[in-house]
């Protein structure tokens, strides 16, 4: 890891805020519907957590993990699914749960790999988004915040598995060399 130190960006209080009109929204466009939320992991659990009790219909849960970086801060372009469904989706009114859209690689292929199991619908929720770095298009449905390019960390993302624990979103600030003499 670089020498860096982490600056709050959106506070815990702004978080909690954002998410509780998600949740209202969710609420009413799901009307007489059970939602099936499908958390993508490890980012998308502290949101998912949070949504889902925001969220006043019946919601099941399901966990996948796909994989599009290493140890580092750019994307490799490579995605690989890690860990897939539990259960079969076909049919299901199913809303994917992520923690952050940034090259939109690794969500336009999960979604098109789930849109091939023909689930009845199929949205995307995700707390942040920067659309300034995408390269692959991809629709989201739902967006809690819309950030600058900058790396990101807390309410479950992460800069080497650390922060993903901070109540708040704050940024990564890479400290200068110290010169030796
Ligand atoms: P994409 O395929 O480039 O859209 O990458 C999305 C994934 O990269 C996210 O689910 C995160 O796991 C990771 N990621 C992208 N930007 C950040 C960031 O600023 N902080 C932490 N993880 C990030
Ligand atoms: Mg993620």
């Not at 815990?12 to 939320?37: F, P, W």
């Not at 940034?102 to 336009?108: E, F, V």
């Amino acid at each position: 890891m670089e020498k860096h130190h982490v600056e709050e960006l959106i506070s815990e209080e702004a978080v909690n805020a954002r998410i509780k009109e998600i949740g209202a929204q969710i609420t009413k466009d799901y009307e007489g519907k059970t939602i099936h939320l499908i958390c993508v992991l490890k980012g998308g659990s502290f949101f998912m957590c949070e949504l889902a009790k925001r969220i006043d219909r019946p919601v099941s849960l399901d966990f996948m993990s796909v994989s599009s970086y290493g140890g580092d801060t750019k994307s490799s372009g490579v995605v690989r699914i890690v860990k897939d469904l539990d259960e079969a989706i076909e049919g299901k009114d199913v809303l994917v749960v992520e923690d952050i859209i940034d090259s939109g690689r690794t969500l336009s292929y999960l979604l098109s790999m789930l849109r091939d199991r023909k689930p009845a619908s199929l949205k995307l929720c995700t707390l942040l988004d920067k659309p300034s770095r995408r390269v692959v298009d991809v629709t989201v449905d739902y967006t809690g915040f819309e950030i600058p390019d900058t790396f990101v960390v807390g309410y479950g993302l992460d800069y080497d598995q650390i922060y993903r624990n901070l109540p708040y979103i704050g940024h990564v600030v890479f400290d200068p060399e110290e010169k030796g003499e």
